[in-house]
């Protein structure tokens, strides 16, 4: 029935995620109803359905990556698959990361630039970076030896941070 629903009405978030909370409770499939909280995530959700999209996204990766690390789950897909959806996480939290960079310097260019605007994505910078830590530490945590995110978190360190030195032994690995 929850298959049916969502096809018919593909933008019902509160159909994705209780679709979502059946293929995690009742069916024990955390890749499945991962893929759905993220297809939920595309539908323009109101704040408390982005609350708990975030929330159940981060309790199912958590523990799919502790059973990977444990050796509980053998499935490469589904190791392949949480190492993709998390790098593609990482892609998008850097570039978000590289145009806050990139607003606030525009900003600070300008004759008389606005302290309170850039106050203001300062802060977003923070929080972006932080997000990139965060989603480059449970990359470790699946892959830590994969060249392309090694790669990617180097040259993010190299060109948005500044960080030569951590950069270049990220990238060395």
Known sequence: MYMDGVKKFPQNTSLRIAYAFFLLDKMQSKQQALQELLQAEQTQPDLQEQFIIFRYKRIIEDEIVESITEGKNSLDVVNETTFQNTFRQLQANIEK?????????????????????????????????????????????????????????GKFLLEVINDKEAGDKIIEK
């Open 97 to 153: 990361a590289a145009l806050l960079h990139l607003e606030f310097w525009s900003q600070l260019a300008e004759d008389n630039p606005d302290l309170a605007k850039l106050n203001d994505i300062g802060s977003k910078i923070n929080t972006a970076i932080h997000h990139v830590d965060e989603t480059w530490g449970r990359i470790q945590k699946i892959n830590e030896n994969s060249q392309k995110a090694l790669r990617l978190y």
